[in-house]
């Protein structure tokens, strides 16, 4: 089954903020940015146990416990065990650094074996209080988080986690697998595999606004082609595209800043909103199933929907490709 057949609209919900990402976020405001999203008609909700330690599944289970569970659907993310022992300092996050500084403070342990992936379903179920995930994503087999050590980790991932979750998808067990990663690298070579049929990928930071040529170079063609949903996430680009500091976990660059105040001056000549830009043109690729901003706060919920049902006119997008600032190969919305 494609991926857009699975996601019941092109606008998730990114659950990543819930794990206290940034910031300390209070019970009370994490649980009603959840009922916001579902009150707002948002139906797709993607979660992780590396967002706070499973902070972020325990959060999203409590909130959506009462929805009828036939009603949405869930993705989530193995190659992580979180344990029930603590742990002190900072942890090892790669180029996540200490995002998740305010998450529970539970020992996150690395593993894409086949007993672990069945393991950290099993455990996610329970944070999310539901008896069955629709798409599974293998998190973070990049460049990233492993270094040079990467192509080491992709590989015990393919002979343990792709295959566990072949078979599971097969016995109807899940709908849908694929790579959950910031990197473009990572899901070409999931592509490129003999044996492993992934039904799509999640891929975050890689196809927005300020950072899309290297996905537009390979992937998103042979995506296209081959019927493999994209699933875009941070399309925000951690907040930067939309005014924020931080541009991919890290304080953003000046390059990055200059790039976001003429991509700003052209939207504010248009009288269009930033992030009306930045959803429509990540959803432009045909590629693209669906994207999933972030949020920690109830209003930001509304902001996103109406930033996708805003009309933005043809002559941004124009004077948007005439000054450089998108690559000219990538779609743009309406054809243009």
């Given amino acids: 089954m494609a991926l857009k057949d699975i996601l019941p609209s092109k606008l998730g919900f990114g ?13 009370d405001e994490a649980l009603a940015t959840v009922d916001a999203a579902w009150a707002d008609g948002i139906r797709y909700y993607d979660n992780a146990p590396f967002y706070g330690a499973g902070l972020a599944e325990i959060r999203m289970g409590e909130a959506l416990a009462a929805k009828p569970r036939s009603d949405y ?33 539970n020992k996150v342990v690395n593993d894409y074996s086949e007993d672990a992936t069945l393991r950290s379903i099993e455990d996610s179920l329970k944070r999310l209080k539901t008896d069955r995930i629709e798409i599974v994503w293998v998190h973070d087999v990049a460049q990233d988080f492993y270094g040079d050590e990467w192509l080491a980790v992709f590989e015990s991932a393919r002979k343990g986690a792709f295959k566990a979750l072949d078979r599971l998808r097969d016995e ?3 709908k849908a697998w694929g790579l959950g990663v910031n990197k473009v690298e990572a899901v070409e070579l999931l592509l490129d595999l003999d044996g492993p049929r992934p039904d799509g990928s999640l891929l975050a930071g890689r196809y927005t606004l300020l950072d899309h040529d290297r996905a537009l170079q390979r992937l998103m063609p042979k995506a296209a082609e081959r019927g493999f949903g994209i ?10 595209l939309v005014g924020g500091p931080n ?20 939207a504010d000549r248009h009288g269009i909103s930033m992030k009306a830009a930045g ?15 972030g949020a920690s706060r109830p209003s ?16 941004f997008w124009h004077e948007l490709r005439a ?14």
């Fill in 279 to 293: 959803l429509q043109f990540s959803l432009a690729n045909p590629a693209v199933a669906a994207v999933i901003p």
């Fill in 172 to 174: 109807g067990v899940i």
């Fill in 247 to 266: 541009f991919e976990y890290a304080p953003a660059t000046p390059a990055i800043l200059a790039k976001v105040a003429s991509i700003k001056a052209l």
């Fill in 15 to 27: 659950a990543a903020p819930l794990g206290n990402m940034f910031r300390d976020i209070p019970e």
């Fill in 231 to 240: 699933v875009v996430g941070g399309p925000y680009s951690s907040g930067a």
């Fill in 300 to 315: 930001r919920i509304a902001e996103d929907s109406a930033a996708l049902a805003e009309t933005i006119p043809a002559d």
């Fill in 73 to 105: 659907v869930i993705s989530t993310k193995v190659g992580r065990i979180v344990l029930d022992e603590t742990e002190d300092g900072p942890r090892d996050n790669g180029e996540k650094g200490s995002v998740f500084a305010h998450g529970r403070p």
């Fill in 323 to 336: 000054a450089g600032l998108v690559n000219p190969a990538a779609p743009l919305p309406d054809g243009i």
